[in-house]
């Protein structure tokens, strides 16, 4: 509920228009408490034909610099449009009664309206914000505030049965049976943040992502939206997925709400090839389509290979134990749990030979999804990558001592890799 009301007189009218200015400059200069949050502009009044339904503002962090991100919102798509701050709050002035009609700001634990009559003649007012409305956003850097990657509002996630309408001010929720996939999602493009600014990515301006087993594609479109809308790159991203009418689906999405660079096509990791390929991400490849997926990725040179696993049934039938072991792994779930932990460490130390900087860890608690376990494999240069190369025997010979110490024949990937050594 609004404490203060300003209803300028003629004379003063223009105060309104300016205050509220002053409020969203100090806002952002970081001068009230709490912040600059959000600015949504409404009511729109400018050329019929842009069929604008609102201006949504937020602050992003681009390349070490502050920025404003102007995500417009039509009918059928958003349009996301990135500015430095004093270029922002020069388009912001322009827009305020011309083009938007009302303007709805929360700043430094206030709730702040302007909104213009018909007349033309502002009025402001400002309050103290509800509980639960935004607060400012986190800015990578902060290290008490938790960074936001990805934002319920892009009506694509309405398209995907991620949102629903019907929220305050008409704004989408989040379904409630999809609340973990919603944190599965965030938390993959978490751990993708971290793997681009480690590698040579980080300064490129484009990025090539192909995601073998796209399926309904909620990875693959917050990947695009995320690279795009909040890293300002120019992004190609592929989803790749057997069954043609998830292929149709997002395609359809994908088109709909004008996603340029975000297409899927049906085919599986052993056949399709990539003109480019920055990332490669493969989630729940089926036993040894994980090694297909992820020798295309080193084949490819890829900067980025991310896998989770599944279904490791390659090795388990191979593995004679050691006498020491038989009495712990005679247990069949004690059995399937170290034949997993062989092959994935076997897949971790081929990438490491390759000269990727490889980590092993678990992606998301287990109460969200039993599968859960990551292979992220990140491409050394320079030193570092000369220094990896040079540890190739030595990572080679471990290899090859875990293979005996077990009784291992093959293992795909590292077969893969021979094969295409001799035929080179």
């Known amino acids: 509920m609004f404490t203060d009301l300003i209803t300028p007189p003629p004379a003063a009218e223009a105060d309104a228009r300016q205050r509220f200015l002053r409020l969203l400059q100090t806002a952002l200069a970081g001068e009230g408490a709490g912040g600059f949050g959000k600015l949504l502009l409404s009511k729109y009044s400018g050329p ?18 502050r920025q404003l991100s102007f995500l417009w919102r039509h009918p059928t798509k958003d349009i996301t449009k990135n500015h430095p701050l004093a270029e922002g709050l020069a388009l912001i002035d322009g827009l305020l009664g011309t083009q938007f009609q009302n303007a709805h700001l929360l700043a430094g634990g206030q709730e702040i309206q302007l909104a213009f009559s018909r007349k033309g003649k502002p009025s402001l007012r400002v309050g103290k914000a509800a509980a639960g409305d935004e607060a400012a956003p986190a800015l990578a850097g902060h290290d008490k505030e938790k960074q936001r990657y990805l934002e319920l509002d892009k009506p694509f996630w309405t398209a995907l049965g991620v949102t629903h309408e019907g929220g305050k001010g008409g704004e989408r929720q989040l379904v409630p049976a999809m609340s973990r996939k919603w944190k599965q999602i965030n938390k993959f493009i978490e751990v993708m943040s971290a793997a681009i600014k480690s590698s040579p990515l980080a300064d490129g301006p484009e990025v090539h992502v192909s995601d073998f087993g796209s399926g309904k594609g909620y990875l693959t479109f917050a990947m695009y939206d995320w690279l795009t809308s909040v ?47 920055d990332v490669m991400i493969a989630l729940h490849a089926c036993d040894i389509a994980t090694d297909y997926a992820i020798h295309l990725g080193l084949r ?14 390659q090795l388990r039938p191979q593995m004679q134990l050691p006498a020491t072991l038989k009495p712990m792994l005679q247990h069949g779930i004690h059995l399937g749990q170290e034949a997993e932990m062989v092959t994935d460490s076997l897949r971790a130390l081929l990438l490491e030979a390759e000269g990727y900087e490889t980590q092993v860890f678990e992606f998301i608690a287990l109460e969200h999804t039993s599968k859960n376990k990551m292979i992220l494999a990140v491409k050394k240069s320079g030193a570092a990558l000369a220094a990896a190369l040079k540890r190739r025997p ?19 990937l590292e077969t893969l890799l021979l094969q295409e050594a001799t035929a080179g």
């Open 48 to 65: 019929a034909e842009a069929k604008v339904e609102r201006l949504t503002v937020r602050e992003v962090l681009l390349r070490g610099e």
């Open 231 to 277: 890293l300002g790159k120019t992004a190609a991203v592929s989803g790749i997925e057997l069954r043609e009418d998830m292929v149709r689906l997002c395609n359809t999405a994908a088109q709909a709400h004008g996603l340029a660079g975000l297409r899927f096509v049906q085919g599986d990791v052993r056949h399709y090839q990539p003109a480019r390929l």
């Open 394 to 412: 030595e990572v080679l010979a471990q290899i090859a001592e875990i293979k005996r110490f077990y009784g291992l024949r093959e293992q795909c």
């Open 300 to 313: 490819a040179g890829a900067s980025i290979i991310m896998c989770s696993p599944c279904c490791h049934k």
